[in-house]
Every structure is written in structure tokens, then in C-alpha cells.
């Protein structure tokens, strides 16, 4: 590829013929470890922003993107979302819509909750880390979410038991 470049071997070969002496090359791959120290840390920064690019706020790589940097190995951060239950709507006969609550017989049971327990948590989606990281990086994991979410989605860390 064009960016990968090794200015040591370039020195040297960029000499004429009758001056590649070991000394003279030695001395050439000694003037160019300036720039190449340069490149070697504008390579890094290439390869981090293309790291960005390749992710953005979706749920499945905000995922990836946070367990690689926080948790590379065990992979345990994973996001959820806003809202705490599900809500079930029973139906007047006037609005011809039907909920069957199911029998004794059957194993799924209605939980019928209070409206402020299905409410709008004011939150969009919740982030899930294990406690370790969020004591040890909690302004990082928040600088990092923030980086990628869109804007205007409401979230919180939680710790995952």
C-alpha cells in the first residue's frame, strides 16, 4: 500500500550504487529516524481514525466498540434498552381489540403494573459493564458512548450483577 513505507531500507536505496557503503548507509538510516518516528505515530493515528469510521451509534457496533476497548477478552459490556418492562394493554370492548389473559392451566402470566412503572424512564438505551470497569473507567466509557451515539438519545451506565 501506498503508506506503508520503511524510510531505513529508502535511505539506503535512494544512494547511488557506488556510495552504499555500510558506514554512508548507516549514517543515512540515522537522518531519517526523525520522520520516521513521525510516521510511525501518524500511522497509529491513521489506523485510529479509521477504527472511528467503521463505527457509529447502531447498538450491535457501539457494542463491539466499547467491549474492545474496555473489555477485550471476556466481552461482557452489552446495551439494553430504556425501558425497564413491557407494557401490556388491556383493551375496552368498545376498542374491538382482545388480550387474552391466559388460563391456570397455561404458564405465562400477565403483570399488570402501574403507569409510572412502564413510563418513559427518560432514557433510550442502557449500557450494561461489569463493576470492575465501571469503577475503573466510568469517564471513559461515558467519553466514548458519547462519541458515538446520535445525538439526542438519552442513556446511562449501569452495573451488570
Known amino acids: 500500500m501506498w503508506y506503508k513505507i520503511?524510510?531505513?531500507?529508502?535511505?539506503?536505496?535512494?544512494?547511488p550504487t557506488f556510495l552504499r557503503k555500510q558506514n554512508?548507509?548507516?549514517?543515512?538510516?540515522l537522518c531519517v529516524t526523525p520522520i520516521s518516528s513521525l510516521y510511525d505515530l501518524w500511522y497509529d493515528w491513521r489506523f485510529?481514525?479509521?477504527?472511528?469510521?467503521?463505527?457509529?451509534?447502531?447498538v450491535c457496533?457501539?457494542?463491539?466498540?466499547?467491549?474492545?476497548?474496555?473489555?477485550?477478552?471476556?466481552?461482557r459490556i452489552y446495551i439494553g434498552e430504556g425501558q425497564f418492562y413491557e407494557t401490556t394493554y388491556i383493551f375496552t370492548e368498545a376498542e374491538g381489540q382482545e388480550v387474552w389473559i391466559e388460563t391456570d392451566s397455561e404458564d405465562k402470566?400477565?403483570?399488570?403494573?402501574?403507569?409510572?412503572e412502564t413510563a418513559d424512564t427518560g432514557l433510550d438505551f442502557i449500557v450494561y459493564v461489569?463493576?470492575?470497569?465501571?469503577?475503573?473507567?466510568?469517564?471513559?466509557?461515558?467519553?466514548h458512548i458519547?462519541?458515538?451515539?446520535?445525538?439526542?438519545?438519552?442513556?446511562?451506565?449501569?452495573?451488570d450483577e
Open 6 to 15: 520503511n524510510f531505513k531500507v529508502l535511505a539506503v536505496q535512494l544512494l
Open 24 to 29: 554512508l548507509a548507516q549514517l543515512m538510516q
Open 48 to 58: 485510529k481514525n479509521i477504527y472511528k469510521l467503521e463505527h457509529n451509534g447502531q
Open 61 to 75: 457496533s457501539l457494542r463491539g466498540s466499547l467491549n474492545d476497548l474496555f473489555d477485550p477478552v471476556e466481552r
Open 109 to 116: 402470566t400477565i403483570f399488570l403494573r402501574t403507569e409510572s
Open 130 to 143: 461489569p463493576e470492575t470497569i465501571y469503577n475503573l473507567s466510568l469517564d471513559g466509557l461515558r467519553a
Open 146 to 159: 458519547n462519541f458515538y451515539k446520535a445525538g439526542g438519545k438519552r442513556y446511562n451506565i449501569f452495573i
